[in-house]
Each structure stands twice: as structure tokens, then as C-alpha cells.
């Protein structure tokens, strides 16, 4: 599409581009939830509306833990394409780097022969450590610091800025992290953010096989050639129909403990969908005594409650329906053309809101010139409600005109003439005062020839 006014094209791109970086910097949470989260890392985030709901603390730089297993399972879907007829061994030195460390596993031992699927399952359900090796293994043969590099590089290109991997499982004591271009050893330990977690899951989740394995409670592995079928379960307790955290609408995603306890899930209810990242809730009290029960689960499903109890979407704008109109040129019997956003518009809001709360700022020329299409761009328009941005969105003609020759030819000459008129006031102004310039001195050399 293109901008069809040529007078006040500059200065629109400017608009756009400073209501651009505004629409950024202020975009965030709608409404506050009216319980207490402490201090941990949280964004929740409407799928259906694009809509961050709530943020806290969501670039602060946190221990990853088992999170991090989204990432290894992200590059192993993108570069094996059969998951089901994929063999992977369990190689040696995979347990010896394991070796001490207090790891979740899955019970795979040495020799020991898995697909990719079944070594995703023993990874995302049961946060298995070693399947987690292995399946960087199958990508990158014995060279798992190769792998680390992509899991970064994936990273930077999802626009985790705040995110270093260190390893594939998550421990964040003695890790060891090389980097991609010179394979320089960096200090041990590894980082993540709840706004950077949310780009990694949300990508995560577009990909084929991750969220039916991560919503799986149990799955059962058929056996293998060191061992009978066995089961994994699922670190998920708001899954769990035994659990105290039992919340139907949840489905997965990864669970992660280290000093801190972290939960990334989603969660489906009333035709609203959402993301949660809930980083850095407390494992312990100020006194170092484990806390009872999850920080994590609780928080999780407190915000999931409270988004579903207090917003619902609303549609703020319909595809043929004009918003605004601009001033036209160049057309018979027409001086105005009627604007649309072209789509149907819709946003999460809270539940008491109605369509006269939320304003509407538009960013478009004070007039267009014909010849102009259905759906080409003029402007855009800033929706907001109580001061907040909730929505951003093209403007766009809702008609097609023709432009009148007649009437361009007629401007034209008006134009034309107005310069000439204004050309000849000026020369006439400029010989006039040259005039009275000369007479001033012709009459002063006279006064002085008669004395």
C-alpha cells in the first residue's frame, strides 16, 4: 500500500514513527490484580488479542532453571524432521557430565536406544536432564557447546535480549557456556527473563508435537533395548486431578526449580486463551526454611482467575464500518472520504467497560487527493482506554474515488495564479518603494540646487 498525499506525506511517516515508539513504551498492563505476588518475575498474556494483561518485574534477569528445556526442544523440532523414526543413543560422556548433580531424570541409562519424540516426552513431561543431552546430541554429535550456540543464537533471533543458556538441562552451578565465535569460556551460571521466557514459549508453541507432549500428564515409553515400557509422569501439579493445584484450564508448559521456583503454562477457559511466565518466586523464606507448597502454581493460578473473571473481549472496530472521514480533493459532489481500519478490531478489556470508555486518537493528513483505492493506507489510530494504549491499527480507505480532471486542472490554475498574482504584488511593492527611494533624494538635490 502506499500514502497517497504528497504535502503532508513527510510529516505523517514522522507521526507514525514517534506514535510507533510511543504505542511501545507505553503499551502494557490494563488493570492490576488485587492480590499479592511478592516479588517474583511475571507476564500474563491474552493470546487471542496480542494483549499483555499484567507485568512485574519481567526484565529482571532470573535463574532459568528447567525452563531452559523449551529451548532444547525448540532447535531439536526445527532440525529433525521424522521425531518418530529418529534413534538416539545414550552416549557415556552424557552421564559422566551429570555425574553428582541433583538433576531430574528419567531413568535412561548408558547404550540405551530412544526416538526423538520419546526423548522430547522424557525431557518436557518428566524434566529429564540426560534426555536433554541426548537430544542435543542427536543435532550436534558430541559436541554439545555447538548446541548451547544455537539455543543462544534462536534466542537473539526470538528477541530474548536478556537471555543466556549455559547448558541444555537447566543447572545453573557449574555450567559451562563457549561462545559461537571464538569458544571462550564465560563465567558459570546462565539467565533468563519472564518477557524473554514469554518470546520463547510463545514461538514454542506454533511448532508441531510441543504442546501435545507438554500437555500430556502420563506417557507411557514402549521398551527399549535395555529396558521393559516404562512411564513418565508430568512436574506439573495444576494438571494432576490428585493435586491441591488442580486447575482444569491449564495445559502445561514447563516447571523449573533452583533457588527459585519458576512455571511457564497456558491456560484455556470462556473462549480466552492465555501465557504465563511466573520466574523467581520464592523456594525458601528470608530465613532460608523451604516455603510450604508452590509460590509458582499459586501465583500462577490466582492470575489465571483473575483474568478470567474480570476481562473479556470486546470488538472495538468492524471491517466496513467508517471510524472518521479526512477532507477531500478532487472529487464532484464529494469533499469528504470515509476511513476504516479495514479488519474487525477486537481487544481484551475489563468486564465493566463499554465502548464510549475507550477513546480513540487518529495520526492522518488534513486532506487526501483523489485518485485513492479501497484499502490504501492514510493514517493510523491509537485506541486507549483510561490513558492506556489498548490497541494500535492502520487506517485505510473505506471507498474508492476517482480524481476529476476538471477540478485538478481548475487548482492548478488557481495555483498558478495565486503565484503570479503574489510574484507581481511583490515586484510591484519593490518598484514602489524604489520609487519613493528616488523621489526622497531627487528631491533633496533640488532643495540644494535652489539654495
Known amino acids: 500500500m502506499k500514502l497517497l498525499y504528497k504535502i503532508t506525506n513527510r510529516s505523517l511517516i514522522i507521526l507514525l514513527i514517534i506514535n510507533f515508539c510511543i504505542c511501545i513504551s507505553q503499551a502494557g498492563e490494563?488493570?492490576?490484580?488485587?492480590?499479592?505476588?511478592?516479588?517474583?518475575?511475571?507476564?500474563?498474556y491474552n493470546i487471542d488479542t496480542n494483549t499483555i494483561v499484567y507485568k512485574q518485574n519481567e526484565h529482571v534477569k532470573v535463574e532459568p532453571a528447567s525452563l531452559?528445556?523449551?529451548?532444547?526442544?525448540?532447535?531439536?523440532?526445527?532440525?529433525?524432521?521424522?521425531?518418530?523414526?529418529?534413534?538416539?543413543?545414550?552416549?557415556?560422556?552424557?552421564?559422566?557430565?551429570?555425574?553428582?548433580?541433583?538433576?531430574?531424570?528419567?531413568?535412561?541409562?548408558?547404550?540405551?536406544?530412544?526416538?526423538?519424540?520419546?526423548?522430547?516426552?522424557?525431557?518436557?513431561?518428566?524434566?529429564?536432564?540426560?534426555?536433554?543431552?541426548?537430544?542435543?546430541?542427536?543435532?550436534?554429535?558430541?559436541?554439545?557447546?555447538?548446541?548451547?550456540?544455537?539455543?543462544?543464537?534462536k534466542a537473539k533471533k526470538l528477541g530474548a535480549k536478556n537471555t543466556l543458556f549455559a547448558n541444555t538441562y537447566g543447572n545453573h552451578e557449574d555450567t559451562k557456556y563457549y561462545s559461537y565465535d571464538k569458544r571462550i569460556k564465560h563465567e558459570p551460571g546462565q539467565y533468563?527473563?519472564?518477557?524473554?521466557?514469554?518470546?520463547?514459549?510463545?514461538?514454542?508453541?506454533s511448532?508441531?508435537?510441543?504442546?501435545?507432549?507438554?500437555?500430556?500428564?502420563?506417557?507411557?515409553?514402549?521398551?527399549?533395548?535395555?529396558?521393559?515400557?516404562?512411564?513418565?509422569?508430568?512436574?506439573?501439579?495444576?494438571?494432576?486431578?490428585?493435586?491441591?493445584?488442580?486447575?482444569?484450564?491449564?495445559?502445561?508448559?514447563?516447571?523449573?526449580?533452583?533457588?527459585?521456583?519458576?512455571?511457564?503454562?497456558?491456560?484455556?477457559?470462556?473462549?480466552?486463551?492465555?501465557?504465563?511466565?511466573?520466574?523467581?518466586?520464592?523456594?525458601?523464606d528470608d530465613k532460608g526454611r523451604p516455603i510450604r507448597g508452590n509460590k509458582a502454581f499459586e501465583y500462577t493460578i490466582k492470575l489465571y482467575e483473575w483474568a478470567f473473571n474480570n476481562f473479556k473481549i470486546k470488538t472495538?472496530?468492524?471491517?466496513?464500518?467508517?471510524?472518521?472521514?479526512?477532507?477531500?480533493?478532487?472529487?464532484?459532489?464529494?469533499?469528504?472520504?470515509?476511513?476504516?481500519?479495514?479488519?474487525?478490531?477486537?481487544t481484551l478489556v475489563p468486564n465493566?467497560?463499554?465502548?464510549?470508555?475507550?477513546?480513540?486518537?487518529?495520526?492522518?493528513?488534513?486532506?487526501?487527493?483523489?485518485?485513492?483505492?479501497?484499502?490504501?493506507l492514510i493514517g493510523t489510530v491509537k485506541f486507549t482506554l483510561d490513558g492506556k494504549i489498548i490497541s494500535e491499527e492502520n487506517v485505510v480507505s473505506a471507498e474508492t474515488v476517482s480524481k476529476n480532471w476538471f477540478l485538478y486542472a481548475l487548482d492548478l490554475i488557481k495555483k498558478t495564479f495565486s503565484?503570479?498574482?503574489?510574484?507581481?504584488l511583490v515586484g510591484a511593492i519593490i518598484i514602489f518603494i524604489l520609487i519613493v527611494i528616488i523621489s526622497r533624494r531627487f528631491n533633496k538635490k533640488r532643495r540644494r540646487y535652489k539654495k
Open 30 to 44: 490494563i488493570s492490576k490484580p488485587n492480590f499479592d505476588l511478592g516479588d517474583a518475575c511475571i507476564l500474563l
Open 68 to 153: 531452559v528445556k523449551t529451548m532444547t526442544a525448540i532447535i531439536d523440532i526445527e532440525n529433525i524432521k521424522d521425531i518418530d523414526n529418529t534413534f538416539v543413543t545414550a552416549k557415556g560422556y552424557i552421564f559422566d557430565e551429570l555425574y553428582g548433580k541433583n538433576c531430574s531424570v528419567a531413568g535412561i541409562v548408558r547404550g540405551e536406544i530412544l526416538t526423538v519424540r520419546q526423548l522430547l516426552q522424557c525431557m518436557l513431561i518428566q524434566s529429564a536432564a540426560e534426555a536433554s543431552m541426548m537430544l542435543a546430541d542427536a543435532v550436534c554429535p558430541d559436541d554439545i557447546p555447538q548446541f548451547v550456540d544455537m539455543m543462544n543464537e
Open 192 to 205: 533468563t527473563t519472564a518477557y524473554d521466557m514469554f518470546l520463547i514459549t510463545k514461538y514454542a508453541m
Open 207 to 284: 511448532l508441531p508435537h510441543y504442546m501435545d507432549i507438554v500437555s500430556s500428564v502420563c506417557q507411557t515409553i514402549s521398551a527399549t533395548n535395555k529396558r521393559d515400557s516404562f512411564e513418565v509422569y508430568t512436574t506439573i501439579d495444576p494438571m494432576k486431578k490428585s493435586s491441591n493445584y488442580y486447575y482444569p484450564p491449564i495445559k502445561g508448559i514447563k516447571t523449573g526449580t533452583e533457588n527459585f521456583r519458576a512455571y511457564v503454562s497456558s491456560a484455556k477457559k470462556d473462549g480466552l486463551s492465555y501465557i504465563c511466565c511466573v520466574l523467581g518466586a520464592p523456594y525458601s
Open 316 to 346: 472495538i472496530s468492524q471491517v466496513d464500518v467508517p471510524i472518521t472521514e479526512v477532507k477531500l480533493k478532487y472529487v464532484f459532489n464529494k469533499d469528504h472520504l470515509k476511513l476504516t481500519t479495514g479488519k474487525n478490531i477486537m
Open 352 to 376: 465493566k467497560t463499554n465502548l464510549d470508555d475507550i477513546k480513540k486518537f487518529y495520526y492522518i493528513p488534513k486532506e487526501v487527493c483523489a485518485p485513492i483505492k479501497k484499502g490504501d
Open 419 to 424: 503565484f503570479i498574482v503574489f510574484k507581481i
